[in-house]
């Protein structure tokens, strides 16, 4: 009973999950521009990078503690178009029910978008204020404390 109890809210949670959207940096850049939130976390990753994989809990966390003080979570998948459904599943298996991104076009015309100090490497975490400026970069994995400290900066100056 409770097996088939936890595959249905499996099930439920997977079909609530809304899919991933292609896009360019420039499409993402414009939604954080565009969002009503005091702070936007955007986070770069991969279903092949490990430490992508082992700071997700960290940043889902993240949403679900500071997302009614006004901090959205945006997610954008740099799998490649082959490795789409992975992405896509991996999302489901996490419990994303919000919004998330697949990257296209140019690498380096994306990384220069978000930060030309970025060298591509994942994971990368963007953190942006209420008019769309970015604050901080955290390069490679990060910790809960990390996004923490970085947001709560972009808090006190909003």
Same mark, same amino acid.
């Given at each position: 009973m409770l097996a088939s109890s936890? #595959?249905?809210?499996?099930?439920?949670? @997977?079909?609530?999950? *809304?899919? *991933?959207?292609?896009?360019?940096?420039?499409?993402?850049? !414009? @939604?954080?521009?565009?969002?009503?939130?005091?702070?936007?976390?955007?986070?770069v990753w991969a279903t092949w990078c490990v430490p992508c994989r082992e700071e997700f809990p960290d940043l889902l966390k993240l949403r679900r503690t500071y997302g009614p003080r006004g901090v959205t979570l945006v997610l954008v998948s740099a799998d490649f178009a082959a490795e789409r459904a992975q992405a896509a599943a991996f999302l489901s298996e996490q419990g994303v029910d919000f919004p998330?991104?697949?990257?296209? +076009?140019?690498?380096?015309?994306?990384?220069?978008?978000?930060?030309?100090?970025?060298? +591509?490497? #994942? *994971? @990368?975490?963007?953190?942006?204020?209420?008019? +769309? !400026?970015? !604050?901080?970069a955290l390069l490679g994995k990060s910790s809960y404390a990390q996004f923490e400290a970085k947001i709560l900066d972009v808090l006190k100056g909003a």
């Open positions: 936890i #595959l249905a809210t499996a099930l439920l949670v @997977a079909a609530a999950a *809304p899919a *991933p959207t292609v896009a360019t940096a420039d499409q993402v850049l !414009r @939604a954080v521009r565009e969002s009503k939130a005091r702070v936007v976390v955007v986070n998330t991104y697949l990257k296209t +076009g140019d690498d380096m015309q994306f990384i220069n978008a978000f930060d030309p100090a970025w060298s +591509g490497a #994942l *994971p @990368a975490t963007f953190i942006y204020d209420a008019r +769309g !400026r970015l !604050r901080h």
